[in-house]
């Protein structure tokens, strides 16, 4: 069964502090893996986006990584800023399935504290 | 607009009543989709649109829940004889492609109340 898991589901932090959000799937046929950031009361917007040639991908001070050997995925926060208080969601698409294609971990909530 | 447009942005009806929501699209995004957000939990997909059809509409709850799209453009999601259990912020977003590729862009949701 084609599935996304998403660790801690909720994480408290000080403002300026760095944190990592876990993502393990068990999606085949692979072909990327998103993540979203969802602000209370949004839509999701999207951070990054990895094929499976991709180790590591940046946007600004968000840095996901994947291993496609492991079906893993993370999310590394850098100096923290209460605006980074949000829910962050992992995607995985694959190639020929159903739901156009795409299967969505149930999110990491993360408030940042000042 | 620049983005995906959806209204309304909330909506409290009563039980039994019949609701459409509305999803405004990026221009010449081809895909559409939609899906329900319900309080703590992940998205549920409902269907998704490539143009005009639906070729998966398996996520639609039941047969209260119907969607068309018209023109390639905007999407009506329609809940006839609402349950409680239809509360939820309903989600719809739109890509260039429905395989791979880019991201999807979301609407910030309708927000659906059934007393």
């Known amino acids: 069964k084609n599935q996304v898991e998403q660790s801690p589901q909720s994480l408290i932090i000080l403002e300026g502090k760095n944190c990592t959000l876990q993502?393990?799937?068990?999606?085949?046929?692979?072909?990327?893996l998103r993540w979203y950031k969802q602000d209370t009361g949004r839509g999701p917007v999207s951070l990054t986006i990895m094929t499976f040639s991709e180790n590591t991908k940046s946007n600004g001070r968000y840095t996901a990584t994947l291993d496609a050997d492991t079906k893993q995925s993370s999310l590394h926060i850098t100096a923290s800023q209460l605006s980074d208080s949000a829910s962050y969601i992992c995607?995985?698409?694959?190639?020929?399935?159903?739901?156009?294609?795409?299967?969505f971990g149930k999110g990491t909530k993360l408030s940042v504290k000042p | 607009g620049a983005g995906v447009s959806q209204s309304p942005s909330n909506k409290v009806t009563e039980k039994g009543k019949d609701v459409e929501l509305r999803c405004d699209p990026i221009?010449?995004?081809?895909?559409l989709y939609w899906y329900r957000q319900s309080l703590g939990q992940g998205l549920e997909f409902l269907i998704y649109?490539?143009?005009?059809?639906?070729?998966?509409k398996s996520g639609l709850p039941s047969d209260r829940f119907s969607a068309e799209r018209t023109g390639g453009s905007v999407s009506t999601l329609t809940i006839q004889r609402t349950q409680q259990e239809d509360s939820a912020v309903y989600l719809c977003?739109?890509?260039?492609?429905?395989?791979?590729?880019?991201?999807?862009?979301f609407g910030d949701g309708t927000r659906l109340s059934i007393l």
């Open positions: 995607v995985v698409s694959l190639y020929g399935g159903s739901q156009g294609n795409l299967i």
């Open positions: 221009s010449g995004h081809t895909a």
């Open positions: 649109f490539q143009g005009n059809s639906a070729p998966d």
């Open positions: 993502c393990n799937y068990t999606v085949s046929p692979f072909s990327n």
């Open positions: 977003a739109s890509s260039l492609v429905v395989r791979g590729g880019g991201p999807q862009h």
